[in-house]
Structure formats: structure tokens, C-alpha cells
């Protein structure tokens, strides 16, 4: 495998990709909305949001699938607008529909995209053990990819992305509708792509994925809000802290708590309420004191550690109160 | 150019295994021609012989009998039955059994006698108008040729010697002597067949990968649109070319149809009909995006045409001025002209270049559009 190492690209100086003020509209809709971001080699970069926020969009534009409206980007050093065919010679993409062929076998699947990804005939071989070990598949190379599992697919399609070693891989939300243990999987083989040089453009709405990345930026509504690694965007909670209220009346709650001006912010967490507040033991002492005089009971209430979803949840309170 | 076979080549396999794991479209591929076949070989003949044909004798003497049985001896009459009053006939004729009535009046051998002329009752089943016409020309052939036996004996019995009929007119049909229609069906066919499968089993693969997300990807990668068409087509190609073999083989040995030109001429017709209906039916695909529509359009603008407008069983010739001018745009039309040539005359390419021009010319058209087509972004 000593080939995987050195991934070609245009330029070796380039960003993997640079995205220039970039905007796409469907007609009156604003798909992506003044778009600048840079990827640098070799990193994971997480696209994170709703459904709808233009994170899909963005990545077929990347990808020549759709035609920018204003702006540019470049993608290994490429015009996505200018040089698609260089730029489709320089990508993976796996897109969330699977999208490989159901009625054919591992093995053919694999010699279908080697022959149009236009893998040179000495090195077929060699490719293809390498996308069965990666798929974990190799003992089931005559298998119709209709009969495997779904967390298999996933690797086959991934492996399939590869096979003419592209440095960069745009995976949109490849792990949609994967149980938890083949998703973890899925990202240690992210992992190890990662490690041999391939920069990993990944888009998901799973907050628990966000950790796995470099970076992240959060798309909502068409625009990037937030950018940085995950580490920095839960310190970027901006040195509040977070405690975890679990009541039987959570409504009620809620109600007491939302406009107190100790508590920054009040939002139901799993079964319970999550609260923003600038001191944690003035926050439970004046959590305490409203429940109590409410008659409120409280099961539990203690400072805990930010998750992901709740930098989110923040960051998108934080946009619609513009 | 390597980068372009490779694809190609990736492109013309998948597509074969596609066709090979869907016992459906293979079936299409196969059944369809084989019934087509047998229906249009066997059950349409526009010829028309062995008529029902019921006779009214009301004369029933020697010279009546002797009438009935020239139109016995005639294999377009089929003679099932004699009566002798018009209430049996008339009943044949409702029920189906007969299509015609041959009414032989009561004065027939008299009115003979005294050479006087007679008149023949021939009633039609008009339902069936196009039958009923032509068997009312045959009914006339036959009491014409009467006459003249009947004329000839009288003129023997005044000692005038065989008298010779002043003009004779003497038919010769070239290349379908015996005016068999399937003589012609069957060439025809062999377009038809063509057409529907081209552009049926064509129709529904590009749709099939835009409805499944994998066009998608193709447009990712690498893979160029002339790539993806030559690919899907070539692999396409075998099939019609196997569909063209089995239907010219049945056409040839069990139908008996002559082949006078040559394989090699009806292989390069074949081939350039095919090209043009293969991508038809991609431009099709690439258009609907969804199989259902596809089949639907491939199948209207496949069979209709080829069917009604080429000339397959109705003479341009006798259609309005507009349709005719909209037929000049139909490849069947000129396919056809080509293989009714190559089987019945053995036409060369001195005949045939310009209906191949324009079968080259449609097809390099039509690829060219497709291309075009495929080469857009997703919206």
C-alpha cells in the first residue's frame, strides 16, 4: 500500500477546498447563502445542521453537480465552475442515497467504478483487495450488494469513492440510517482514510459525529454561523455553564425559569431542561429558590459537561434572536 | 483515449449484468419479438382467399351447377354451403359463417340458353368493408371468366372455331409473384420489432439510475455523457442485433419469406437503424427521469410511428398530404423501404444510400441531443 501515501493534487501549496462567498438560489429560495470557508489537507471537516440547511447543496456544488449562482470555489486546487473534469478526477463522493448497484456483486461493484474512475490496468488489482479489506467484504466479493447489510454497504460505497485515491472525499451524510455501532465503524474508517492523506469534506446531522472532526461549521438557513474546532465552539459557550434539571412538571418549569435574569437559557434536554447560566452555583441556588417558592420539586440539579447539541442549540438560539 | 474505452468499456459491463440479473427486461428483450412474430406472421395476412361463401341456387339445373362449380374450382371462394331459397343465407351471414352470398336466379339456364345476358346477385357482409370489396372484385373475375367459356361454347356450337378474346391483358408481378402479403409483413416487422425493443429497453435505464440516486454519482465522477450513451448502447446492441437474427431466421426458414440481398447489406441496415432507436429511446431516459413516464413515451413514440406512419402495413402513398409529410421524419419509414428491397429485390447500395444517409444522419442527430441532454448540471 505504498501507493495510498502520496495523493496527487493541482497545487501542493492549495487549500483542499476554498469556498469564495459562495450563494446558490433555486428560484426565490436562498439554498446557500454567502458561503466562505477553507479546508486544508488532510483534515476532517464537518458540515453539521438541520435538514435543509444547504449543507447537500454545498457539496454539489463542490462536487460540479450544480452550477454556483455567485462566487467560486476550488476544490484540490481546481474551478469547480471552470475545470469540473479536473475536479471530478480529484474527488470521492458518497452521497446519502446509496448509491451503488443493488443488483450487482461486491466485486463487480468495485470493477465498475475502478473502470469509470479510469483505474490503470496494473494497479486494478491491487486497488480492489484494498477496497475489500476496507469494506471488510473480502470474503464475501461474490455477494449481490442487495443481500448486505446496511453498515456494509456503506463501506462498500465508501471503498467504491476511493478506488482511484482522490485527495479529497465529499461524504454527505453517509451515515443516515445506520445503527450506532456500524456509524462508529464508518468513522474509524474515516479515521484511517484521514491518516493516509485524504481530506474528508463530511457532512451529518448527528451531533455525537461533530466530535469526531477536525473542525466544524454549522450551516443553518443557508449560512455557515459558526466555524472552529469542537473543543473551541463548547469553550465559545462563552464561559457559562450548564446544569441539568430533571422535575416532573417540566413545562411549569420552563415557564418559571425562561426570562429569570440569571439564566441565560432554558431548553428541554432529553427528559429534562438544560440551563445556560454565567455562575453555576448562583444558577442552582436561584433555581432552587424559584422552584421551591413555585412548588415545583426538583429530582435532580447539578452543573454538567456541554454537549455538542447543546453548543448547537445555542448557536441557533442565538441566530434566530437576530 | 484509453480513459474513454476504460470508461466505456466499465459502462457496456454493467449494463450487460444489469440486463442479465433482471429477468424481466431479458424476457421483454426476447418475448416480445417472438410474439409479435408469430402474431403478425400468422394472424395478420391482408391476403384474402378461402372467402365463406354461401350459394342461392334457384335454378338448380346443369348450367347452374356447372356456374357453381367454376367458383368452386376458384381458391378465393370457399363454397360451405348450397341453399336454395335466401332465408338460409341470410342467416350465414348474420352469424359470421359467410361473407358472401352468390344468388343464382331461378332464369339463369334459360336466359343462357337464349343468349341473353344475366344478372348475378353477390351480396356482401359490408362489416368487414375491405374484405368485401376485395372479394366482390374476385366474384366479377370469376363470372368474367364464365362469360367467356359460355361465349366461346355458343360461338363453337355456330361453327365459328375457337374465337380468340380481342385483348388480353397478361399480369406479371415481380419480386412477390404470388402477392403473399407476409412477403412484406414480415420485413416490415423486423423494423417494428426493432424499434419497440430499442427504445422500450433503452428508455427505461437512465430513468432507472436517476430514479435510484446512481446518475447522481455517475455525474461525479469522471464518466463523460457520450461514454455513459456509447456504453449502455453497445451492450444494447447485442440485443437488438440478437432480436434482428432471430426475427430474419424465422422470417426466412419458417415463414419462408425470400432473403435475395445479402446478410452483410441487412447487417448494415440493422446496425444504423439500431444506433438511431437506441438513442432515442437514452434521449428518452435522459428527459423523463422516471421509468414510468420513459416506458410511456418510449412506447408512443416507438410503436405508433413505426406501425402506422413507415409504411409498415398502410401505403404512405394513400395517406392525408400533412401525415404523409411527418412520415418523411420517421426512421422506420426508411428502414423498412431498405429491408423490403434487401429481401424481395436484393437492392444494392445505389438504391438504398440515401435511406442509409438519413438512418446515419438521424442517429448521429439524436446522439448528439442525448449528449447534450446528460451534459446538464442536476438543476
Redesign the interface.
Known sequence: MSTTSHVAEASVSAPAVSIQRLTKR?GDFVAVRDVSLQVARGEIFGFLGPNGAGKSTTI?IL?????PTEGSATVAGFDVARQP?QV??S?G???Q???L????TVA?NI????????VARHLRAERKSLALELSGLTERQEALTRNLPGGFKQRLALACAILHEPPVL?LDEPTSGVDPIARRDFWELIYQLSAKGHTIFVSTHYMDEAEYCNRIALMYRGAVIALDSPTALKRHLGGSSLLHLDTPDLLKAMETLSGVDDIEDVSVFGGGLHLRVKDSQAGVAVTRRLLDAAGIPIHRLEPVEASMEDVFVSLIEAEERK | MTAFLRRTRAIARKEFLHILRDPLSLAMALAIPFFMLLLFGYALSLDVDHVPTVIVDSNRTPQSRDFISHLQGSRYFDVIDIVESYAPAEQAIQRGKALVVIAIPSDFSRQIQLGNSVDIQVLLDGSDSNTANIAFGYAEGVVGAYNATVRAVFANRRGAGDVAPAVDVTTRVWYNPDLKSKNFIVPGLIAVILQVIASLLTSLTIAREWELGNMELLLSTPVRPRELILGKMSAFVVIGLADASFAVLVGRFFFGVPLRGSLLDLGISVLSFLFGALCWGLLISAIARNQLLAYQMGLLTSFLPSFLLSGFLYAIGNMPVPIQAISYIVPSRYFIAILKGVFLKDIGYSIMWPQLVFLFLYAALVFLVATRRLNQKLA
Open positions: 433555486f454539489r462536487c460540479g453537480l450544480l452550477e473534469e471530478k478526477q474527488i463522493y458518497m452521497s442515497k446509496f448509491s448497484y443493488d443488483d450487482l463487480e470493477d465498475f467504478f475502478s473502470g469509470i474512475y479510469g465529499f
